[in-house]
C-alpha cells in the first residue's frame, strides 16, 4: 500500500510535469506567433488545434517515457532499500562488535583484579614467610649469644679458678717456705714417701 501511494504521487507529479510542459511549449507557441504577426487577433481555432498537437505529443511522450522512468525511479527506489538494509546490517554487526568489545574489556578489567589480588594475596603471604624467617634467624641468632656468653662466663669462670689456684698455692709456698724448718721439711719427706710405699 505505500509502494503503490509512492507511485502515485511520483505518476501525479510526472503528469504534473508533463503538464507544466504543455503550457509551456503552446504559451512559447502562442508568443512565436505573436511576434512573427503582431497584428493578428488570436485564433481559438488555432489554438485549439495547437493545444490537441501538444497534448499528444505530451500523451506520446508520456506513453514512451513512463515506463523507462517508472523502471528508473523503481530501480533508484530498490537501490536506495538496498543502501538502507546493508547500512542496517553494518549498524547491527558495528553494534555486535561494540558489545562483544565492551564484554571483552569487561572480563579483562575482571581479570586484570583477579590477578592483581593474586599477586597482592602472595606478596602478603611471601612477606609473612620473610618475617617469620626473620624472627626464626633473630632467635637462632639469640641462642648462639646466650650460648657463647655462657661460654665465655664458664672460660673466664676457669680462668680465674686456675688463677686463684696458682695463687693459693703460690701464697701457700711463701708461707710454708717462711715458716717451716729443714726437719720439718724432712719429716714431711719421709712421711710422704712412707704413704707412697704404703699405696703400693
Known sequence: MHASRKSKII??????????????LTWLTNAFAAEAEPAVHLDWTDFTYRVIACTIVVVVLVKLLKKPVLNFLNSRREEIKGLLAELEAKTAEAKSEQERVQAKLTSLEEETRKIVDELISEGEAEKQKIIEAAHREADYIQQQAQIAI???????????????????????????QKKIRAEDQQRLINEFMTKVVEAK
Open 150 to 176: 655462657e661460654q665465655e662466663v664458664q672460660a673466664a669462670r676457669d680462668r680465674l679458678k686456675d688463677e686463684v689456684a696458682e695463687l693459693s698455692v703460690a701464697a701457700a709456698e711463701s708461707i710454708i
Open 11 to 24: 505518476r501525479s507529479g510526472l503528469f504534473a510535469s508533463l503538464a507544466g510542459v504543455v503550457v509551456s
